[in-house]
């Protein structure tokens, strides 16, 4: 049976001087051949309102919620501080929407960085805004300059859990980010950490949520290893 993958995309909201509009809805080639490789049809879902998350979900087999902008503070019941940055709560209704529509019909859901924790937030969980400023890491969550295709960073992960059966107890991975979670949604089990005890992935109890803090679709092509997270999807659908 062919696996058709919808991946929630992104708005671009800057005019620029090649396109003059504020919105124009996108998703990154990398995520579409993380689904396409690992053989999934991937459709791309046009934002919506999140009245119509379930009939989006009725044409697709399983979810795919990728990175982007911060999530809107207030959505998780906290203030905004200085550090939160961009955010887009047109696209955080929506995808809090298409997740809480996909776990009510048992539909499998796959979220990168940006796309965990709105995971999170969908089933009840809060965020950190900064991980500096509120839970003082020590490690760099952000790798740039350095490539984005280059793991820079261990992750331990949790013995019996999908993604260390994939990589194993201690694996590296690459990092783009200064949100994460801070309590876990209903259902939810930190199945990796980072060495400053960051959350670099959960599942949910019965397997079909599942997400990661780091960019697999960014280190595929070099180290194929990662493309296992796109098949895990894949295979659940």
Same mark, same amino acid.
């Given at each position: ?32 051949? %993380?689904?396409?490789?690992?053989? %999934? ?6 934002? %919506?309102?999140?009245?119509?998350a379930e009939a989006y979900l009725e044409s697709v087999d399983a979810l795919l919620l990728t990175g982007g902008q911060g999530v809107t503070p207030i959505l998780y019941g906290a203030e905004p501080i200085k550090e ?30 940006? &796309? ?7 089933? %009840? ?10 839970? &003082? ?47 876990? &949604? ?24 599942? &997400? ?26």
């Open positions: 049976m062919t696996v058709k993958v919808g991946i929630a995309s992104n708005h671009w909201i800057h005019p620029s001087t090649r396109f003059d509009t504020n919105y124009i809805d996108y998703i990154q080639i990398d995520y579409v051949d %993380g689904i396409r490789e690992s053989g %999934g049809v991937p459709f791309i879902l046009p934002l %919506g309102q999140p009245a119509e939160v940055e961009e955010t887009d709560i047109y696209r955080d209704e929506f995808e809090i929407a298409l997740v809480k529509a996909a776990v009510k019909v048992g539909k499998p859901v796959l979220g990168i960085c940006r &796309g965990l924790q709105i995971i999170n937030v969908a089933l %009840g969980g809060t965020l950190y805004q900064d991980i500096y400023k509120q839970v &003082g890491a020590t490690g760099k969550h952000n790798q740039h300059p350095t490539s984005w295709e280059i793991p820079t960073q261990h992750v331990t992960t949790t013995a019996g859990s999908w993604i260390q059966a994939k990589f194993g107890d201690r694996f590296l991975v690459n990092s783009f980010h200064h949100q994460a979670v801070d309590q876990l &949604g209903a259902d939810l089990t930190a199945t990796a950490v980072s060495d400053d005890k960051v959350i670099e992935a959960f599942e949910s109890a019965d397997g079909q949520v599942f &997400g990661v803090q780091f960019h697999p679709e960014m280190m595929f092509k070099t180290h194929p290893e990662f493309r296992e997270v796109f098949q895990h999807l894949v295979d659940l659908g």
